[in-house]
């Protein structure tokens, strides 16, 4: 693909009007104002412009950009973005993410060939790993996780960009991706002992492979108030099957996932009773992560 030479014409064809507007914002500035007497200070309005993205149009324009593949012309589109204030952090969130998650779907109807998905998470996979060195990264906070993920390519990317912006929040991230078998995964909790699980899923075949998961671990009974996260599409599009196989919490987005880790971390551990069954245990499904803990 080839580009107009003009940087304004390059702007417009990379950002078409209508993604970026702008908000006035009014500062209050003080001047002196000398007089014959006496010196009077005046207050006076300036304007301000802070910049307004469209995030439906941004949206459009980076998945029609990712399914054509076209790594310049993508990559140059968000440093348009950037340019014009947001953060790394917020191009994951208002961008990536949801960008990630309408490839997905469409994948998932049909309605991408298979170049076009595979044009998409690769350079998807290449705007995560950029921003990734930009992120404003939080104080350590003691705390570790351990994520893991299905096979496929969409789950490993999405695990990962939940993992770095995991990481930037404070948290000390093992991202072990996807294809790694449940009992290395056990072996590894009690090795490294992390203060959570993270479990990233987008296909209904990876509920009984996680399933099988967190009764391994509940069934070892070495950590009985060790807190299993889900996140992923088959969670959001099968309410209450987090619970349902025994997980602590679920969310849908990496701001959700941050926030259900806090809160799992920050509940009080509940007194752990005897061994329970699979069965015994998803009847628990109702009560808080902590209890539903316990149960194991």
Same mark, same amino acid.
């Given at each position: 693909? #080839?580009?107009?030479? @003009?940087?304004?014409?390059?702007?417009?064809?990379?950002? /078409?009007?209508?993604?970026?507007?702008?908000?006035?914002?009014?500062?209050?500035?003080?001047?002196?104002?000398?007089?014959?007497?006496?010196?009077?200070?005046?207050?006076?309005?300036?304007?301000?412009?802070?910049?307004?993205?469209?995030?439906?149009?941004?949206?459009?324009?980076?998945?029609?950009?990712?399914?054509?593949?076209?790594?310049?012309? +993508?990559? +140059?589109?968000?440093?348009?973005? #950037?340019?014009?204030?947001? +953060?790394?952090?917020?191009?994951? #969130?208002?961008?990536?993410? /949801?960008?990630?998650? !309408?490839?997905? &779907?469409?994948? *998932? #109807?049909?309605?991408?060939?298979?170049?076009?998905?595979?044009?998409?998470?690769?350079?998807? *996979?290449?705007?995560? $790993?950029?921003?990734?060195? *930009?992120?404003?990264?939080?104080? &350590?906070?003691?705390?570790?996780?351990?994520?893991?993920?299905?096979?496929?390519?969409?789950? =490993?990317?999405?695990?990962?960009?939940?993992? $770095?912006?995991?990481?930037?929040?404070?948290?000390?991230?093992?991202?072990?991706?996807?294809?790694?078998?449940?009992?290395?995964?056990?072996?590894?909790?009690?090795?490294?002992?992390?203060?959570?699980?993270?479990?990233?899923?987008?296909?209904?075949? $990876?509920?009984?492979?996680? *399933?099988?998961?967190? $009764?391994?671990? &509940?069934?070892?009974?070495?950590?009985?108030?060790?807190?299993?996260?889900?996140?992923?599409?088959?969670?959001?599009?099968?309410?209450?099957?987090?619970?349902?196989?025994?997980?602590?919490? +679920?969310? =849908?987005? /990496?701001? @959700?996932?941050?926030?259900?880790?806090?809160?799992?971390?920050?509940?009080?551990?509940?007194?752990? !009773?005897?061994?329970?069954?699979?069965?015994?245990?998803?009847?628990?499904?109702?009560?808080?992560?902590? !209890?539903?803990?316990?149960?194991?």
């Amino acid at each position: 693909m #080839h580009f107009p030479v @003009a940087n304004n014409a390059l702007e417009e064809f990379l950002c /078409p009007a209508g993604i970026f507007g702008a908000r006035t914002v009014e500062k209050k500035s003080m001047t002196n104002q000398t007089n014959q007497s006496n010196m009077t200070n005046k207050t006076s309005k300036t304007n301000m412009t802070k910049p307004l993205m469209n995030t439906e149009l941004a949206l459009e324009r980076l998945l029609q950009l990712s399914v054509a593949g076209d790594r310049l012309a +993508t990559r +140059t589109f968000i440093e348009q973005v #950037h340019g014009h204030g947001l +953060t790394a952090t917020q191009l994951a #969130h208002e961008l990536y993410w /949801p960008t990630m998650q !309408t490839i997905f &779907r469409m994948w *998932r #109807h049909d309605q991408l060939t298979t170049l076009a998905y595979q044009y998409a998470t690769r350079l998807l *996979r290449m705007l995560v $790993d950029q921003a990734q060195a *930009r992120y404003e990264q939080a104080p &350590r906070n003691g705390r570790t996780l351990l994520c893991v993920c299905g096979p496929n390519e969409s789950e =490993d990317l999405a695990g990962q960009l939940c993992s $770095d912006l995991l990481e930037a929040s404070g948290y000390c991230v093992f991202f072990a991706a996807g294809g790694v078998a449940n009992d290395e995964i056990i072996s590894e909790i009690g090795q490294r002992k992390p203060d959570a699980l993270v479990v990233f899923a987008a296909a209904a075949s $990876d509920a009984p492979r996680i *399933r099988q998961l967190i $009764d391994m671990l &509940r069934e070892a009974q070495s950590r009985p108030s060790f807190p299993v996260i889900c996140g992923g599409g088959v969670f959001a599009r099968a309410p209450g099957l987090a619970e349902e196989i025994g997980a602590d919490a +679920t969310a =849908d987005d /990496p701001l @959700a996932v941050e926030r259900m880790v806090r809160c799992a971390l920050a509940a009080p551990v509940a007194t752990p !009773t005897p061994a329970a069954t699979a069965t015994q245990r998803r009847s628990a499904s109702n009560a808080s992560p902590r !209890t539903r803990i316990a149960v194991a």
